[in-house]
């Protein structure tokens, strides 16, 4: 029942995914995809990590987020490395799709 004088309960962000299996799910996502980017992070130009974010993975698809043109144009000869360097670490992935951040300032 609702009080108009009680203070709704706050809780951490570990609780809300705990208490919630979506929740739990999607950050379980992040945190795969962010695993997969550490994984090949070394075969890219140290200039040119900053410009590349783990994005979702659909299936045995993932998706890179890049964030300039030059960027997407290198990361594109570097795909069969990352793509090699996966799987020999045991993940599934056997495509990897560029995304283009329109608009997005590198930081």
Not at 58 to 71: F, Q
């Amino acid at each position: 029942m609702y009080s108009p004088h009680r203070q709704p309960k706050s809780v951490t962000f570990n609780q809300a995914i705990e208490n919630s299996p979506s929740l739990a799910r999607l950050a379980g996502m992040v945190r795969e995809s962010n695993d997969l980017l550490k994984s090949v992070e070394l075969l890219l130009p140290l200039a040119m990590r900053a410009s590349v974010k783990a994005g979702p993975i659909d299936g045995e698809t993932w998706c890179l987020l890049i964030s300039s043109n030059a960027a997407a144009a290198k990361l594109r000869q570097l795909l069969p490395a990352l793509q090699a360097r996966l799987q020999a670490n045991g993940h599934r992935i056997t495509a990897i799709r560029l995304k283009l951040l329109v608009g997005q300032s590198q930081r």
